[in-house]
């Protein structure tokens, strides 16, 4: 089994306010999961999420079905 380190990156679309998250993107194909952090705390917990629940997720933001901040 390959034991490969996390690659966090937030959106480029993030500002530095402080309310961003971090994804490892480089884990989708070897995990299946999208490994997601925030980015305020790069110690703390990681939550793993199922791809196709991140994709559902992302399209949703997109689609702005969780209205505005």
Do not use: H, Q
């Amino acid at each position: 089994m390959t034991s490969e380190s996390p690659r966090w990156f937030k959106s480029s679309y993030s500002e530095n306010g402080g309310a961003c998250v971090e994804v490892a993107a480089n884990l989708i194909a070897l995990r299946g999961v999208v490994p997601v952090r925030d980015s305020k705390c790069p110690v703390g917990p990681v939550l793993n999420v199922a791809t196709g629940s991140f994709a559902s997720f992302v399209a949703g933001v997109g689609a702005g079905e969780f209205g505005v901040v």
